[in-house]
Protein backbone atom coordinates (compact mmCIF):
# COMPACT_ATOMS: atom_id res chain seq x y z
CA UNK A 1 0.00 0.00 0.00
CA UNK A 2 2.57 2.36 0.96
CA UNK A 3 4.40 1.56 -2.86
CA UNK A 4 1.04 2.36 -4.40
CA UNK A 5 0.75 5.61 -2.24
CA UNK A 6 4.20 6.69 -3.26
CA UNK A 7 3.66 6.04 -6.42
CA UNK A 8 0.46 8.22 -6.90
CA UNK A 9 2.16 11.30 -4.78
CA UNK A 10 5.28 10.96 -7.19
CA UNK A 11 2.46 11.06 -10.22
CA UNK A 12 0.74 14.22 -8.71
CA UNK A 13 4.15 16.29 -7.78
CA UNK A 14 3.65 18.65 -10.83
CA UNK A 15 -0.11 19.23 -10.13
CA UNK A 16 -1.08 22.57 -8.98
CA UNK A 17 -2.52 20.86 -5.62
CA UNK A 18 -2.89 17.46 -4.05
CA UNK A 19 -5.82 16.55 -1.99
CA UNK A 20 -5.82 13.08 -0.11
CA UNK A 21 -8.53 11.54 1.06
CA UNK A 22 -9.15 8.84 3.23
CA UNK A 23 -11.22 7.24 6.72
CA UNK A 24 -8.84 7.16 9.20
CA UNK A 25 -6.55 10.03 10.81
CA UNK A 26 -3.10 9.84 10.21
CA UNK A 27 -2.46 9.56 14.27
CA UNK A 28 -4.32 6.23 14.22
CA UNK A 29 -2.46 4.48 10.77
CA UNK A 30 0.47 2.56 11.13
CA UNK A 31 2.68 2.95 8.68
CA UNK A 32 6.31 1.73 7.90
CA UNK A 33 9.23 4.45 7.43
CA UNK A 34 9.16 7.61 5.87
CA UNK A 35 5.64 7.39 7.57
CA UNK A 36 2.18 8.38 5.87
CA UNK A 37 2.32 12.12 6.89
CA UNK A 38 5.59 12.28 5.13
CA UNK A 39 4.64 10.98 2.17
CA UNK A 40 1.45 13.03 2.23
CA UNK A 41 3.91 16.21 2.49
CA UNK A 42 3.63 17.70 -0.60
CA UNK A 43 -0.36 17.45 -0.76
CA UNK A 44 -2.45 20.44 0.37
CA UNK A 45 -5.15 18.98 2.39
CA UNK A 46 -6.07 15.60 3.82
CA UNK A 47 -9.74 14.99 4.57
CA UNK A 48 -10.80 12.06 6.58
CA UNK A 49 -13.37 10.83 8.63
CA UNK A 50 -13.33 8.29 11.76
CA UNK A 51 -13.36 10.45 14.78
CA UNK A 52 -15.60 12.93 13.59
CA UNK A 53 -16.38 15.24 15.88
CA UNK A 54 -16.07 12.55 18.39
CA UNK A 55 -19.70 12.14 20.00
CA UNK A 56 -19.92 16.28 20.48
CA UNK A 57 -16.36 17.01 22.43
CA UNK A 58 -14.67 18.46 19.37
CA UNK A 59 -16.77 20.00 17.21
CA UNK A 60 -13.72 21.63 15.14
CA UNK A 61 -11.54 18.84 14.25
CA UNK A 62 -8.67 19.84 12.64
CA UNK A 63 -4.94 20.35 12.74
CA UNK A 64 -1.78 20.81 10.17
CA UNK A 65 1.22 19.00 9.77
CA UNK A 66 4.50 20.26 10.15
CA UNK A 67 5.12 20.24 6.21
CA UNK A 68 2.02 22.52 6.17
CA UNK A 69 -0.73 20.07 5.05
CA UNK A 70 -3.57 20.59 6.48
CA UNK A 71 -5.67 17.75 8.30
CA UNK A 72 -9.38 18.43 8.29
CA UNK A 73 -11.47 16.00 10.06
CA UNK A 74 -15.35 15.94 9.28
CA UNK A 75 -18.47 15.52 11.44
CA UNK A 76 -20.76 12.62 10.35
CA UNK A 77 -23.54 12.50 7.85
CA UNK A 78 -25.09 9.42 9.47
CA UNK A 79 -26.19 11.41 12.66
CA UNK A 80 -25.43 15.16 12.32
CA UNK A 81 -25.73 15.74 8.65
CA UNK A 82 -22.38 17.67 8.27
CA UNK A 83 -20.79 17.76 4.75
CA UNK A 84 -18.23 20.12 3.45
CA UNK A 85 -17.58 22.74 0.75
CA UNK A 86 -14.03 23.37 -1.03
CA UNK A 87 -13.04 25.67 -3.30
CA UNK A 88 -9.69 26.52 -5.02
CA UNK A 89 -9.58 30.38 -5.94
CA UNK A 90 -6.61 31.07 -7.88
CA UNK A 91 -4.84 28.11 -6.07
CA UNK A 92 -6.06 29.25 -2.86
CA UNK A 93 -7.89 26.17 -0.95
CA UNK A 94 -10.80 27.20 1.00
CA UNK A 95 -13.59 25.18 2.93
CA UNK A 96 -16.53 25.42 5.24
CA UNK A 97 -17.83 22.33 7.28
CA UNK A 98 -21.64 22.99 7.02
CA UNK A 99 -24.89 21.25 8.42
CA UNK A 100 -27.34 19.95 6.03
CA UNK A 101 -30.41 22.60 5.08
CA UNK A 102 -29.00 25.36 7.19
CA UNK A 103 -29.29 28.05 4.53
CA UNK A 104 -27.69 30.46 3.21
CA UNK A 105 -24.45 28.55 2.99
CA UNK A 106 -21.52 30.98 2.59
CA UNK A 107 -17.61 30.42 1.83
CA UNK A 108 -15.02 33.18 1.30
CA UNK A 109 -12.91 32.59 -1.36
CA UNK A 110 -10.81 35.64 -0.46
CA UNK A 111 -9.65 36.89 1.70
CA UNK A 112 -8.39 33.07 2.69
CA UNK A 113 -8.79 32.24 6.50
CA UNK A 114 -4.86 32.56 7.57
CA UNK A 115 -5.09 29.81 9.98
CA UNK A 116 -5.79 27.53 7.18
CA UNK A 117 -3.14 28.89 5.03
CA UNK A 118 0.52 27.26 4.13
CA UNK A 119 2.86 29.12 2.19
CA UNK A 120 4.54 25.77 1.25
CA UNK A 121 1.56 24.45 -0.88
CA UNK A 122 -0.02 28.29 -1.83
CA UNK A 123 0.69 31.45 -3.56
CA UNK A 124 -0.25 33.29 -0.33
CA UNK A 125 1.20 36.48 -2.19
CA UNK A 126 -1.92 36.39 -4.64
CA UNK A 127 -4.37 37.88 -1.89
CA UNK A 128 -2.09 40.95 -1.40
CA UNK A 129 -2.41 41.69 -5.30
CA UNK A 130 -5.78 40.46 -5.40
CA UNK A 131 -8.70 43.33 -7.22
CA UNK A 132 -11.87 41.64 -5.13
CA UNK A 133 -13.42 40.25 -2.20
CA UNK A 134 -14.95 36.76 -3.38
CA UNK A 135 -17.57 34.86 -1.86
CA UNK A 136 -19.84 32.01 -3.00
CA UNK A 137 -23.10 31.91 -1.71
CA UNK A 138 -25.87 29.60 -1.87
CA UNK A 139 -29.83 29.15 -1.01
CA UNK A 140 -32.57 27.72 -2.51
CA UNK A 141 -34.46 31.09 -2.51
CA UNK A 142 -32.82 34.42 -4.11
CA UNK A 143 -29.54 35.62 -2.68
CA UNK A 144 -30.56 39.67 -1.40
CA UNK A 145 -27.68 40.96 -0.21
CA UNK A 146 -24.41 40.18 0.77
CA UNK A 147 -22.77 42.24 3.11
CA UNK A 148 -19.09 42.91 3.72
CA UNK A 149 -17.32 44.00 7.08
CA UNK A 150 -13.35 44.20 7.89
CA UNK A 151 -12.87 44.77 11.15
CA UNK A 152 -15.93 45.66 12.04
CA UNK A 153 -16.24 48.78 9.59
CA UNK A 154 -19.17 47.94 6.39
CA UNK A 155 -17.02 47.69 3.29
CA UNK A 156 -20.28 47.51 0.90
CA UNK A 157 -22.40 44.95 -0.72
CA UNK A 158 -21.18 42.43 -2.91
CA UNK A 159 -22.76 42.15 -6.04
CA UNK A 160 -22.92 38.63 -8.31
CA UNK A 161 -21.36 37.99 -10.99
CA UNK A 162 -22.41 34.68 -12.24
CA UNK A 163 -24.16 31.62 -10.16
CA UNK A 164 -22.87 31.63 -6.69
CA UNK A 165 -20.39 34.27 -7.14
CA UNK A 166 -20.20 37.66 -5.34
CA UNK A 167 -17.52 40.06 -5.41
CA UNK A 168 -16.56 42.98 -3.43
CA UNK A 169 -13.65 45.63 -4.53
CA UNK A 170 -10.95 45.89 -2.18
CA UNK A 171 -7.68 47.41 -1.27
CA UNK A 172 -5.72 44.77 0.07
CA UNK A 173 -2.71 46.74 0.79
CA UNK A 174 -4.70 48.75 3.38
CA UNK A 175 -4.55 45.17 5.82
CA UNK A 176 -0.77 44.19 4.64
CA UNK A 177 0.19 44.66 8.54
CA UNK A 178 -1.00 42.32 10.95
CA UNK A 179 -4.74 40.34 11.69
CA UNK A 180 -7.84 41.35 10.12
CA UNK A 181 -11.24 39.76 10.43
CA UNK A 182 -13.78 39.66 7.85
CA UNK A 183 -17.16 38.88 7.93
CA UNK A 184 -19.57 38.23 5.53
CA UNK A 185 -23.59 38.76 6.31
CA UNK A 186 -25.55 36.86 3.58
CA UNK A 187 -29.63 37.53 2.97
CA UNK A 188 -32.19 35.28 0.98
CA UNK A 189 -35.31 36.26 -0.45
CA UNK A 190 -37.04 33.90 2.88
CA UNK A 191 -35.54 35.97 5.38
CA UNK A 192 -33.02 33.42 6.54
CA UNK A 193 -29.62 35.26 7.20
CA UNK A 194 -26.22 33.44 7.80
CA UNK A 195 -22.39 35.37 8.77
CA UNK A 196 -19.61 33.87 8.05
CA UNK A 197 -16.23 35.14 8.91
CA UNK A 198 -12.54 34.48 9.74
CA UNK A 199 -9.36 36.32 10.51
CA UNK A 200 -6.42 36.74 7.72
CA UNK A 201 -3.23 38.26 7.12
CA UNK A 202 -1.06 39.61 3.99
CA UNK A 203 2.09 38.66 6.27
CA UNK A 204 3.37 35.14 6.31
CA UNK A 205 5.54 35.25 9.14
CA UNK A 206 2.86 36.01 11.86
CA UNK A 207 1.72 32.71 13.76
CA UNK A 208 -1.51 31.61 14.54
CA UNK A 209 -2.32 27.98 16.30
CA UNK A 210 -4.38 25.55 16.10
CA UNK A 211 -6.18 24.41 19.22
CA UNK A 212 -4.50 22.23 21.79
CA UNK A 213 -6.47 19.00 21.81
CA UNK A 214 -7.25 18.85 18.21
CA UNK A 215 -3.48 19.14 17.30
CA UNK A 216 -2.64 16.44 20.33
CA UNK A 217 -4.96 13.85 18.27
CA UNK A 218 -4.51 14.78 15.06
CA UNK A 219 -1.05 14.79 15.45
CA UNK A 220 -0.13 12.38 18.10
CA UNK A 221 0.67 8.98 17.11
CA UNK A 222 -1.55 7.22 19.37
CA UNK A 223 -0.21 3.37 18.95
CA UNK A 224 2.86 4.48 19.87
CA UNK A 225 1.24 6.09 23.15
CA UNK A 226 -0.66 3.23 23.69
CA UNK A 227 2.32 0.75 23.31
CA UNK A 228 4.38 2.96 25.48
CA UNK A 229 1.78 3.65 28.21
CA UNK A 230 0.56 0.06 28.20
CA UNK A 231 4.33 -1.36 28.80
CA UNK A 232 4.87 0.87 31.83
CA UNK A 233 1.64 -0.61 33.35
CA UNK A 234 2.55 -4.17 33.04
CA UNK A 235 6.28 -3.23 33.84
CA UNK A 236 5.33 -1.41 37.47
CA UNK A 237 3.05 -4.20 38.47
CA UNK A 238 5.79 -6.80 37.59
CA UNK A 239 8.28 -4.38 39.15
CA UNK A 240 6.29 -4.01 42.60
CA UNK A 241 6.10 -7.83 42.70
CA UNK A 242 9.65 -8.91 42.35
CA UNK A 243 10.52 -5.48 44.79
CA UNK A 244 8.21 -7.05 47.43
CA UNK A 245 9.24 -10.37 47.08
CA UNK A 246 13.20 -9.70 47.66
CA UNK A 247 12.31 -7.11 50.06
CA UNK A 248 12.54 -7.76 53.94
CA UNK A 249 9.65 -7.48 55.57
CA UNK A 250 9.26 -4.73 57.71
CA UNK A 251 9.36 -5.26 61.58
CA UNK A 252 5.24 -3.81 62.98
CA UNK A 253 6.30 -1.95 66.19
CA UNK A 254 3.58 0.22 66.36
CA UNK A 255 -0.13 0.71 65.14
CA UNK A 256 0.67 0.96 61.76
CA UNK A 257 -1.37 3.20 59.34
CA UNK A 258 -2.61 2.60 55.93
CA UNK A 259 0.26 3.12 54.26
CA UNK A 260 2.05 0.08 56.36
CA UNK A 261 -0.70 -2.16 56.32
CA UNK A 262 -0.76 -1.83 52.42
CA UNK A 263 2.92 -1.84 52.34
CA UNK A 264 2.20 -5.11 54.54
CA UNK A 265 -0.18 -6.95 52.40
CA UNK A 266 2.23 -6.38 49.46
CA UNK A 267 4.74 -8.53 51.34
CA UNK A 268 2.49 -11.02 52.48
CA UNK A 269 0.80 -11.38 48.54
CA UNK A 270 4.67 -10.92 46.70
CA UNK A 271 6.19 -13.72 49.36
CA UNK A 272 2.94 -16.50 48.84
CA UNK A 273 3.82 -18.47 46.20
CA UNK A 274 0.32 -19.56 44.87
CA UNK A 275 -0.24 -15.52 44.04
CA UNK A 276 3.07 -14.67 43.41
CA UNK A 277 3.59 -16.49 40.82
CA UNK A 278 -0.36 -16.25 39.26
CA UNK A 279 0.26 -12.87 39.16
CA UNK A 280 3.58 -12.74 37.68
CA UNK A 281 2.90 -15.15 34.67
CA UNK A 282 -0.67 -13.20 34.25
CA UNK A 283 1.23 -9.97 33.74
CA UNK A 284 3.62 -11.21 31.51
CA UNK A 285 1.49 -13.33 29.77
CA UNK A 286 -0.90 -10.06 29.15
CA UNK A 287 2.27 -8.49 27.21
CA UNK A 288 3.75 -11.86 25.18
CA UNK A 289 1.28 -14.13 25.19
CA UNK A 290 -1.88 -15.04 22.38
CA UNK A 291 -5.11 -13.43 23.97
CA UNK A 292 -7.37 -15.40 21.94
CA UNK A 293 -7.07 -17.95 18.91
CA UNK A 294 -9.98 -18.24 17.01
CA UNK A 295 -11.61 -17.34 13.05
CA UNK A 296 -10.58 -13.59 12.84
CA UNK A 297 -12.04 -13.10 9.65
CA UNK A 298 -14.19 -15.75 7.27
CA UNK A 299 -12.50 -19.05 7.13
CA UNK A 300 -8.78 -17.63 8.42
CA UNK A 301 -7.84 -18.80 12.12
CA UNK A 302 -5.48 -16.36 13.64
CA UNK A 303 -4.20 -15.22 17.26
CA UNK A 304 -4.32 -11.93 18.53
CA UNK A 305 -1.89 -10.73 20.83
CA UNK A 306 -0.81 -7.32 22.35
CA UNK A 307 1.00 -6.19 19.79
CA UNK A 308 -0.49 -7.54 16.52
CA UNK A 309 -2.37 -9.81 15.17
CA UNK A 310 -0.84 -13.42 13.37
CA UNK A 311 -3.69 -14.49 10.88
CA UNK A 312 -2.93 -16.16 7.26
CA UNK A 313 0.82 -16.00 7.73
CA UNK A 314 0.65 -12.45 7.70
CA UNK A 315 1.58 -10.42 10.85
CA UNK A 316 -0.59 -7.12 11.58
CA UNK A 317 0.99 -4.55 13.91
CA UNK A 318 -1.28 -3.66 16.75
CA UNK A 319 -3.11 -0.24 17.64
CA UNK A 320 -6.10 -0.53 19.16
CA UNK A 321 -5.06 -4.09 20.57
CA UNK A 322 -2.65 -1.68 23.33
CA UNK A 323 -5.67 0.40 24.11
CA UNK A 324 -7.57 -3.18 25.18
CA UNK A 325 -4.30 -4.23 26.79
CA UNK A 326 -4.05 -1.07 28.85
CA UNK A 327 -7.99 -1.34 29.63
CA UNK A 328 -7.62 -5.03 31.10
CA UNK A 329 -4.75 -3.16 32.77
CA UNK A 330 -6.41 -1.07 34.14
CA UNK A 331 -9.91 -2.96 35.24
CA UNK A 332 -9.19 -6.03 35.87
CA UNK A 333 -4.93 -6.93 36.54
CA UNK A 334 -4.44 -4.25 38.85
CA UNK A 335 -7.57 -4.30 40.59
CA UNK A 336 -7.55 -7.89 41.17
CA UNK A 337 -3.80 -7.49 42.41
CA UNK A 338 -5.35 -4.60 44.52
CA UNK A 339 -8.57 -6.87 45.96
CA UNK A 340 -6.45 -10.30 46.58
CA UNK A 341 -3.72 -8.07 48.92
CA UNK A 342 -7.02 -6.93 50.85
CA UNK A 343 -8.29 -10.48 51.67
CA UNK A 344 -4.91 -11.48 52.11
CA UNK A 345 -4.34 -8.80 54.86
CA UNK A 346 -7.70 -9.25 56.63
CA UNK A 347 -6.86 -13.33 56.56
CA UNK A 348 -3.48 -11.99 58.73
CA UNK A 349 -5.70 -9.82 60.80
CA UNK A 350 -7.25 -13.64 61.97
CA UNK A 351 -10.66 -13.07 60.33
CA UNK A 352 -12.08 -15.70 57.90
CA UNK A 353 -14.92 -14.73 54.76
CA UNK A 354 -17.56 -14.78 57.28
CA UNK A 355 -16.15 -13.01 60.42
CA UNK A 356 -14.50 -10.10 58.58
CA UNK A 357 -18.10 -8.83 57.52
CA UNK A 358 -18.95 -8.40 60.91
CA UNK A 359 -15.80 -7.26 62.42
CA UNK A 360 -14.45 -5.16 59.55
CA UNK A 361 -16.10 -1.96 58.45
CA UNK A 362 -19.66 -3.72 56.93
CA UNK A 363 -19.99 -0.63 54.46
CA UNK A 364 -16.53 -0.60 53.26
CA UNK A 365 -16.02 -4.39 53.00
CA UNK A 366 -19.50 -4.73 51.10
CA UNK A 367 -18.01 -1.70 48.65
CA UNK A 368 -14.95 -3.55 48.10
CA UNK A 369 -16.52 -6.79 47.06
CA UNK A 370 -19.40 -5.11 44.95
CA UNK A 371 -16.36 -3.70 43.29
CA UNK A 372 -14.51 -6.80 42.47
CA UNK A 373 -18.23 -8.43 41.69
CA UNK A 374 -18.51 -6.08 39.14
CA UNK A 375 -15.14 -6.15 37.17
CA UNK A 376 -15.46 -9.85 36.82
CA UNK A 377 -19.28 -9.38 35.50
CA UNK A 378 -17.27 -7.67 33.15
CA UNK A 379 -14.76 -9.78 32.47
CA UNK A 380 -17.71 -12.84 31.87
CA UNK A 381 -19.39 -10.58 29.53
CA UNK A 382 -16.07 -9.59 27.50
CA UNK A 383 -15.98 -13.95 27.20
CA UNK A 384 -20.13 -13.67 25.27
CA UNK A 385 -18.81 -11.35 23.19
CA UNK A 386 -15.84 -12.63 22.02
CA UNK A 387 -17.81 -15.70 21.26
CA UNK A 388 -20.61 -13.50 19.50
CA UNK A 389 -17.81 -11.99 17.77
CA UNK A 390 -15.34 -14.75 17.23
CA UNK A 391 -16.80 -17.67 17.65
CA UNK A 392 -17.07 -20.91 20.13
CA UNK A 393 -13.20 -21.69 19.37
CA UNK A 394 -12.00 -18.13 20.52
CA UNK A 395 -14.05 -18.30 23.42
CA UNK A 396 -12.57 -21.84 24.82
CA UNK A 397 -9.11 -20.74 23.68
CA UNK A 398 -8.97 -17.60 25.43
CA UNK A 399 -6.26 -17.27 27.88
CA UNK A 400 -6.81 -13.69 28.50
CA UNK A 401 -10.82 -13.76 28.93
CA UNK A 402 -12.24 -17.07 29.43
CA UNK A 403 -9.10 -18.66 30.99
CA UNK A 404 -8.69 -16.13 33.32
CA UNK A 405 -12.28 -15.62 34.91
CA UNK A 406 -11.40 -19.15 35.88
CA UNK A 407 -7.99 -18.10 37.27
CA UNK A 408 -9.64 -15.47 39.17
CA UNK A 409 -12.25 -17.59 40.60
CA UNK A 410 -9.86 -19.67 41.79
CA UNK A 411 -7.58 -17.12 43.23
CA UNK A 412 -10.33 -15.51 45.01
CA UNK A 413 -11.69 -18.86 46.98
CA UNK A 414 -7.81 -19.67 47.53
CA UNK A 415 -7.33 -16.03 49.98
CA UNK A 416 -10.40 -17.49 51.72
CA UNK A 417 -9.33 -21.28 52.11
CA UNK A 418 -5.43 -20.40 52.62
CA UNK A 419 -4.72 -22.85 55.61
CA UNK A 420 -3.92 -20.06 58.72
CA UNK A 421 -0.46 -22.02 59.13
CA UNK A 422 0.63 -20.68 55.99
CA UNK A 423 0.30 -17.21 56.94
CA UNK A 424 1.17 -17.86 60.73
CA UNK A 425 4.10 -15.51 60.59
CA UNK A 426 2.39 -13.24 59.57
CA UNK A 427 -0.90 -13.27 61.94
CA UNK A 428 1.16 -13.57 65.29
CA UNK A 429 3.27 -10.17 64.39
CA UNK A 430 -0.17 -8.42 63.82
CA UNK A 431 -1.62 -9.86 67.25
CA UNK A 432 1.43 -8.90 68.88
CA UNK A 433 1.41 -5.11 66.75
CA UNK A 434 -2.24 -4.93 68.20
CA UNK A 435 -1.44 -6.03 71.65
Excluded at 63 to 90: C, K
Amino acid sequence: QMEELSLMAAQSLHSNHTIWFGHFPTSTIISPAPGIRTLMSSATAYLCGHLHTMGGLMPVLHSQHHGGTLELELGDWMDNRRYRILAFDHDLLSFADLNFEEWPVVLITNPKSFLYSSSAHEPLVKILYSTHIRILAFSPSVITSVKVYIDHVHLGNAHQVSGPLYVLKWSPQNYSEGFHRIDVTVQDASGRIRMWGHIFAMEENLSLRFGFWPSVILLTDHYVLARVLFGLMVLIQITLLVIFRHLQKPALKEKPGLLTLTSYSLHVFSKTNTFYYSILVLNLYTILGPWFVGELIDGQVGACFSFGVFIGGSFFQGGLTFVVGILQMLFFNLPLMAYLCWCLLLRCQGHSFRSHIRHVRRLVAVLVHLAMAFLLAWQVYSCYFLQRTYGTLAFFLSPMRTWLVVLTSALIYKTWTLKSSELRTYIVEIKNCQS
